[in-house]
């Protein structure tokens, strides 16, 4: 349609994922994600993604959009053996391809019953229909191969839907067919994860910085991405090597680094636990967690690092008043004094955690997650968080947004964060912190 | 295109969301599963769904297809202040409809700014242009209004891209403007949740029952999804009225549950933690847990459900063989004869905690969650729980695939589970059940 694609060549791709069950709202396709991520690599871009319902019809209209705008199109799903799989039919039709039955394929499908003790029902025989002048994908981890289909200079890709077959099969093709012929550059990502500021903060300290990059040479796209506590600034770069674009993705680091400092915790993929894990490991130090409102949440988060168990050895989670005396020692008058939300009580579970542990830091966690237990004093999403190192004794209260299961997330995020930077000798994050605490001791 | 969709009326839509962050890997279009929600209440299917990035002849050719499909068409994003922004101009360039500026679009943009002590950049002018003869969305919280567009006969609705700026506006359109044209009944759902077998046991026992479902009067539909050892069947129906799907799932649901038995644990979308916590509630009992390898995980989704206060007081994280001593009360001579990881020191980390806590209901969990750690006798993946109530004394050994993650997933799943069953007095599930234990003290 755009006489443009014609003359880029494999810059450009479409995805089109055939089936109904797409299209029902709790499933998602991500076999877009693996594919995309698979044509980055080689630098081509992906212009435009489809999910179709099982209707030959919508499928083919669908397809001849996709090859009238871009020379590679790769489609997933619809291959299976049953009437709804029509992706095979509906590409040859919209191509005026013929299908024939393929002998090896018919074959490897009828061995592959025969392995398992079984004979190929006669449904599974389209499944070894080939359109004339295609070519086979041999597909390791299941019945239906996939297809290259090259013709008027556009290649179309037909891919089986379940994961562990396509992304094999994808990997492949990628590497030994698309990639000699994408002479277009590469595709370098970096993300910058940021803890300890809101995401307006954050938008509006550095969108100067990213609206200038998408207007100079190699311009960088950004895209923010938040989950609670934790925002990420998704970079990527097309250059024309990865060592170019690697270097232009470090310096954009270096200038959002410049604004936002010690708040961005990781700039290599690591998560703020595993952050966390290498600083105590670092120093040789243990952990110990007292949990309330978190739940088990923080203890849970720490223990998900491999190898954490050199530094994790005992996190309790103390639910009630009760509990927080007999397990961890609080003074059950402290609780009466200043309520079991205050920073007192988070100070105290800390240091009770910490000496019957017998290690180097702790942290103490007690807040109200709601939806009931808040007052108007103290409402829900306020946590009181403390932090215990040989070095430094930290309290800070925050409140947090959000319902039950986010002020948990919250809570949980800035508990660690404060650990990492308590580690790195770094200024507390500020926001959701509580510059008058509702029963501050001082501090 | 397909002259049927002239006929078919409001049955069917399409959704198109705008916005070439959207194509980068870590993002998924998320709106859609909302307005595929909204739509479905109201009986309409959704039949195709685009991702297209920020190219104004890209955005036209797909609107194009959509319409000739469908008399239904959402878009999302693309109405913002900046160049990138041109869903407005696409749609109206494709329609023949010329864009006015409209002053009582503009008169509230300006306020909204105004509102917070802002004088309104010249940039965010163009979100008060207008198609003539489209209709303005109110948005309450954003400054890029919606557009409804009727033309020759198709309904064209135009929606800002944040989900906070969407779910109201369209969901005011739904009740408003769709449901009275809307007379295709009523699309209803059911999911049924099952614990204790693997996905393939499951579609193996069900797949005959759920395709028939396809072929009778009332066809349907059926998605299986798997998360660690939770497989979820969802099941939807297009009715004529509500209480006709609901009875037709409710008929599969009787059929579903005749052949896997106390495997469903939920019918009514709730979570494992919060059927096992009402179960505690009903009898009046109070739960400890002790973990090992799930590092809090359990207790973590315990405490995820409202209320939980009520029967959750306490829970220890022992990570090392000293902690499983001086916290909870396991002889070391025990994990010495037996290993940590046994039958009989899970036993003992359960009665250590539930008399320690003062509870009725206990658990202990101790595993090898990987990725090293491993023997040839007991595997990465080997998981030992014991669950004791005021009744009973049940302890199983596990072997769970997967890494890390999973590992620690799988076995807080089954421990739940384990929970769940107990106190209904149901038979253990036997997915992942070593049937001879590595060292089983013959229960």
Redesign the interface.
Known sequence: ??DTAATIGLCWAEIIAVG??L????????NS?FI??CL?ELGI?????????D?R??VA??LR?AL??VHLVVMCGGLGPTDDDLTRDAAAGLLGMRLVEDELVLDRIRQRFASRGMRMPETNRRQALVPVGAEVLPNQNGTAPGLWIERDGRILILLPGPPDELEPMFAQVAAERLAPRAGGGKIC?KVLRICGRTESEVEELVFATYSRWTREALPI?T?V?TASAQI?L?L?VHAATEAIGLARLDDARRQVAAIVGADIFSVDGRALEQVVGDALRQRGWRIAVA?SC???????R???V????DY?????????N??KT??LGVPAELIHAFGAVSEEVATAMADGVRER?GVEVSVGVTGI?????GSERKPVGTVAIAVITPDARIVRTFRFPGG??RV?QFAAQMALDMVRRVLSDAEIGGAFVLRRAPESFGS
């Open positions: 349609m755009t109904s069950e299209l029902v709202p709790p499933r998602l396709d991500t994600l995309t991520g980055n871009e992906v212009r435009a993604k489809t999910v179709v319902g209707r019809d919508d209209v669908v959009g009238d705008r990502r796209a895209t991405l990420e998704h990527s949990e978190t739940g088990g949440l923080i203890s849970s720490l223990t998900d491999a190898g954490s168990s994790v050895l005992v996190n309790a989670v103390c639910y009630n009760e509990a007999t397990w542990a997650a709601g939806p009931t237990g039950r299961l948990k």
